[in-house]
C-alpha cells in the first residue's frame, strides 16, 4: 500500500504542517520573521504606545471646551473625590485587563501544547515550526502564544486611543461638572432658578467661567466615552471569544457559558459603581462598552481569524474539499462495480475503452 495510515490520518485531519516520516514536524525557512517583528510590528505597537500616552498624560489634543446652562442639574452632582479614592480605582483596573487576558491566553495555550486534541478535532490547516538563520526556531505554541499577546496589548493601547480621542473632540461634561467648575454665576448673568423659571436659562459659553481647579476642571470635561468601561468590555470580550473558540470541554455544555458570564460580571459593575459615583453618565459607560467590544470583535475575527490558522489561500476548506485531498486506495473489488456485461453508449455503441469480460458457461 502506497500510503501509511499515520498519512492518511494526517490528511483527513486537514494538519499538513507535519510528516509522519518518523512523526518530525516540517521546518518551514524564513528569513522575514524576525526583521519584520522588529521593524514592522514592533514600530506600529510603539508608535500606538506613545499616541495613547500624548493623548493620556500631556496637554498636546487640548480638550474640547463645552458650553453649560446655568445651575444645570445634570452636571450638579457632587464631587465624588479623585479616582484614587474610586472603589474600582485605574490602578485596579488596568492590572485586571491586563493580568486576566495575559494569564488566561499563557494557560490555553501551555495546554494546548502540552495536552493535544486527538486528530480530529484539529483545525483544518496546521501550522509549521518556522527556522530563521541557523539558531532560531519558533514552535507554533510560541508563535500563537506571541501572536495572540500582542494582537492584544495592540488592541488594549487602540481602545485607549479611541476612548481619548472621544473625550477629548466631544468635551463632554461629567455629572460633577459644576461641582469642581464653580462657576460665578452673578458674573456670568445667571439668575438663579425660580417658580416662574425652574430650568436652566442660560448657556454659559465663556472659557473662563469656571473659577476651580484647572486640572479638575480638565478632567470633568472628559466623560464620553467612559474608559474605564471601554477597556473591561475590550478585555472581557477578547477573552470571552478566546475561551469560547479555543478551549474544548467535555461533557458538558455549561462550563464555558459560565466562564464567559463570570467575566461580564466585573465590567458590568465597573460601569455601575461608575454611574453610581457620579462619574460618569449612563450614556457615557454605554459609548465604553460598544467600543471596547467593537475593537475586540474586529481584532479576532480578522486579524488572529478566530484564534485558528489560515490555509494559505486566504481561506479555509470546506469539509468537501478536505475530503478531496485525502489519498484514496485502489481496490480491486472497486475497479469494476457493475456486473460482467458490455457497457453501450447513449446510441447503442459499445464503450471503446472498456472491454466486457467473458461469458462463463455453468
Given amino acids: 500500500m502506497g500510503v501509511t495510515i499515520p498519512a492518511l490520518l494526517a490528511a483527513r485531519s486537514g494538519c499538513p504542517a507535519f510528516t509522519m516520516a518518523g512523526g518530525r514536524p516540517q521546518l518551514k525557512r524564513s528569513f522575514s520573521i524576525i526583521p519584520c517583528f522588529v521593524f514592522v510590528e514592533s514600530v506600529l505597537l510603539g508608535i500606538v504606545v506613545l499616541l495613547a500616552y500624548r493623548l493620556e498624560f500631556t496637554d498636546t489634543f487640548p480638550v474640547h471646551t463645552q458650553g453649560f446652562f446655568c445651575y444645570d442639574s445634570t452636571y450638579a452632582k457632587p464631587y465624588p473625590g479623585p479616582e484614587a479614592a474610586s472603589r474600582a480605582p485605574p490602578a485596579l483596573i488596568y492590572a485586571l485587563v491586563t493580568a486576566g487576558p495575559t494569564l488566561t491566553i499563557l494557560l490555553g495555550e501551555l495546554a494546548r501544547a502540552f495536552f493535544p486534541a486527538p486528530p480530529s478535532a484539529i483545525p483544518v490547516i496546521g501550522e509549521r515550526t518556522i527556522v ?115 478551549f474544548r470541554v467535555k461533557g458538558s455544555r455549561l462550563v464555558k457559558p459560565s466562564l464567559c458570564l463570570a467575566l461580564l460580571c466585573p465590567a458590568f459593575l465597573v460601569g455601575v459603581v461608575r454611574v453610581a459615583e457620579y462619574r460618569n453618565h449612563w450614556s457615557d459607560v454605554l459609548a465604553g462598552f460598544l ?72
Fill in 132 to 246: 530563521s538563520g541557523a539558531c532560531c526556531r519558533f514552535s507554533p505554541p510560541l508563535r500563537r502564544l506571541v501572536r495572540f499577546l500582542g494582537v492584544y496589548s495592540f488592541g488594549l493601547f487602540t481602545t485607549t486611543i479611541f476612548a481619548n480621542a472621544g473625550q477629548v473632540v466631544t468635551g463632554n461634561p461629567t455629572p460633577h461638572f459644576l461641582s469642581v467648575c464653580r462657576p460665578n454665576y452673578t458674573a456670568l448673568g445667571c439668575p438663579p432658578p425660580s417658580p416662574d423659571r425652574p430650568g436652566p436659562n442660560r448657556f454659559v459659553t465663556d472659557q473662563g467661567a469656571c473659577a476651580g481647579s484647572p486640572s479638575l476642571v480638565a478632567a470633568a470635561r472628559r466623560a464620553f466615552p467612559c474608559k474605564d468601561a471601554a477597556l473591561c468590555a475590550y478585555a472581557v470580550a477578547y477573552t470571552a471569544m478566546y475561551v469560547t473558540l479555543v
Fill in 291 to 362: 467600543t471596547g467590544a467593537a475593537i475586540a470583535t474586529f481584532l479576532v475575527t480578522c486579524v488572529v481569524h478566530n484564534f485558528q490558522s489560515r490555509p494559505p489561500s486566504g481561506r479555509r476548506l470546506s469539509p468537501w474539499e478536505d475530503l478531496g485531498q485525502t489519498p484514496t486506495m485502489d481496490s480491486r473489488l472497486e475497479k469494476n462495480p457493475r456486473p460482467a456485461g458490455r457497457i453501450r453508449h447513449r446510441h447503442g455503441s459499445p464503450h471503446p475503452s472498456r472491454r466486457t469480460a467473458p461469458t462463463v458457461a455453468t
